[in-house]
């Protein structure tokens, strides 16, 4: 997996705990900490990189709004 979409081990344990909450209220189920790592592993695969793209594309359009609000404060042009 990219370096940029791995989990500290706060965060894996955070999860850990997140999902193994969700599948005891939700589905009424016990799974261990292996079969939540292993959907935390999975989710991270298929939706990681569409929500790490989604998010440099937004920040590049705040980027690129912003850029234009600073053209706009020119007080000099060459006509």
Not at 39 to 59: E, Q, S
Not at 63 to 78: C, F, N, Q, S, T
Request: proline share 1%.
């Amino acid at each position: 997996m990219d370096k940029r979409l791995e989990l500290s081990k706060e965060e894996q344990e955070q999860l850990v705990a997140a999902v193994k909450d969700y599948f005891l209220n939700e589905l009424e189920q016990e799974i261990g900490d292996l079969a939540a790592m292993l959907i935390i592993d999975f989710m991270m695969k298929k939706l990681g990189p569409l929500f790490y793209n989604r998010g440099v594309r937004d920040a590049g359009s705040f980027v690129a709004d912003k850029l234009e609000d600073l053209y706009g404060l020119e007080i000099w042009r060459v006509e």
